[in-house]
């Protein structure tokens, strides 16, 4: 191969591209390299399960103890076109207040928001961190019985859904919130190569995973959907914008 044709595929791949020869289509010895199989069978992209099961299909393992992920240790390259969606939404209805659930380091929070309000909520630990890094700005512990007396015009909860043990609370309490917008995101399960169509997720940190038909027909219990797309395919996120029900 030309050292141009390895340039170009190398700047594919850091772009979250697959590069495939018809000579490496076949599955090789070593297992990094097998593309066939990775992926659910096509008919599986429409099925979606139950309600009680947050609508992801039959026989799918959720995680049952997970792993506590230190999001103060990340270098903000995660959910940026999330949150950038989310300034544009925030600019386009000339909202005024953010509410970000599982703000994180809230590098992505304080970046694009920092000219506003906001509210970040996380766990007790990040918060402590949080607090020394933003003292002015207001930080919360998870609470889902506090109610805010201001109006919350805008809520995110960026890749945060998947490490809940139990949504239904979550979405409720948003819901009880009566924000103007909600914008969720979390992983398309048929778009991650790691094989956990069946679960439980790859990431010991994820409790579940939704494809995108079963996320879209998860959320539709609790809000109406607006919009619904691929944020970021090399990242598998897919993201949605809804209100509450009028």
Known sequence: MSKVKTSVHRILRHLGFDVVSLASARPSVHGSDI???????????????????????????????TTYYDA????????????????EVFDKYRLRTVCDFGCGNGRNLVTYFGDTPTIGIDIPETCKYLRRKWPKRRWMEVDF??????????????????????????LAYIG??????????????????????????????????????EFHAYVSQFFYIKEHFISCAAQATQCVLCVPPQ
Not at 52 to 63: L, M, S
Not at 72 to 87: F, H, I, N, P, S
């Open 145 to 170: 019985e506090t109610t805010f007396k201001q109006k919350i015009d805008l809520v995110i909860v960026a890749d945060v859904i998947e490490h809940v043990d139990h949504p239904n609370e979550l």
């Open 35 to 65: 593309i066939l199989g990775s992926f659910p069978p096509f008919e599986h992209y429409y099925v979606i399960g139950p309600k009680e099961n947050y609508f992801i299909h039959e026989g799918y393992q959720h995680r049952r103890t």
């Open 176 to 213: 009880k919130l009566q924000p103007s917008y909600i914008i969720l995101s979390t992983p398309d399960r048929n778009l991650i190569r790691n094989g956990t169509y069946n679960g439980p997720p790859g990431n010991p940190a994820h409790i579940r995973e939704w494809s995108f038909v």
């Open 72 to 87: 103060t240790a990340e270098d903000g390259v995660w959910q940026l076109e999330v949150y950038k969606y989310a300034r």
